[in-house]
């Protein structure tokens, strides 16, 4: 069975703060990982998507990287506009077109 | 522009009482399907369809239905619905076939059931 695990489940950071989230997954045959950004109350929105280990993505200031165990969302300087959940996902074999999501983790952003 | 449509955003119903949570995407996709999001469950898949009169279960389908009659449109019917079902739903599409085709996600329905 596919298994995605976010962390941590919350995480508190002042403005220009830099951190990481973590997104660990177990799953038969990797097809795509993915990273969504979900403001309360709103439908994930598509950040990024990485296929293989040793991919980097990058968009402002997020850049997402992917081993063959687990994926990265590093964010440099954060400001409180990034303040959101942040959920990853991945597609496998196994489940076709369905997305197996991890829990999360919730991003605040102080300024 | 790009959307996926959900409707309605808000309900409020009773047990027993059938209800259908709309949802249209413009973007002439293949695939779609619907999610439910509940606090330490994370996102879950419903049902899915791979295009027009194929569907198909995800991992929580019962007490759900689904029809596909048409590309653009994916309703989620609850036909007796109980209090296990109050959650927050998002149905989502994508072009079918290769593994990095983009899920987009609608607005999300929040539905109560008392």
């Known amino acids: 069975e596919d298994q995605v695990t976010q962390s941590p489940e919350a995480l508190r950071l002042q403005e220009g703060e830099s951190s990481s989230l973590n997104c660990s997954y177990t799953?038969?045959?990797?097809?795509?990982l993915f990273w969504y950004r979900q403001d309360p109350g709103k439908g994930p929105e598509f950040l990024f998507t990485?296929?293989?280990a040793g991919e980097e993505k990058e968009k402002e200031r997020l850049k997402a990287t992917l081993t063959k165990k687990e994926s990265f969302l590093h964010i440099t300087a954060p400001k409180p506009e990034d303040s959101a959940t942040y959920l990853c996902?991945?597609?496998?074999?196994?489940?076709?077109?369905?997305?197996?999501f991890g829990g999360g983790t919730r991003l605040m952003v102080k300024p | 522009e790009a959307q996926v449509t959900q409707n309605p955003r808000y309900l409020i119903t009773v047990t027993g009482k059938k209800l259908t949570v709309t949802c249209s995407q413009n973007?002439?996709?293949?695939?779609m399907s619907w999610y439910r999001q509940d606090p330490g469950l994370g996102l879950r898949q419903i049902y899915y369809?791979?295009?027009?009169?194929?569907?198909d279960k995800g991992d929580v389908p019962e007490g759900y239905k689904v029809s596909r009659k048409e590309k653009r449109n994916f309703p989620l019917i609850l036909e007796s619905p109980s209090p296990n079902q109050t959650s927050l739903y998002f149905c989502?599409?994508?072009?079918?076939?290769?593994?990095?085709?983009?899920?987009?996600f609608g607005e999300g329905s929040w539905l109560t059931v008392v």
């Open positions: 369809s791979m295009n027009v009169e194929v569907t």
């Open positions: 990485l296929y293989s």
């Open positions: 799953v038969s045959g990797l097809r795509g």
């Open positions: 996902a991945v597609r496998t074999n196994n489940a076709g077109n369905m997305l197996t």
């Open positions: 973007m002439n996709h293949e695939y």
């Open positions: 989502a599409s994508s072009f079918s076939g290769g593994a990095g085709n983009t899920i987009y």
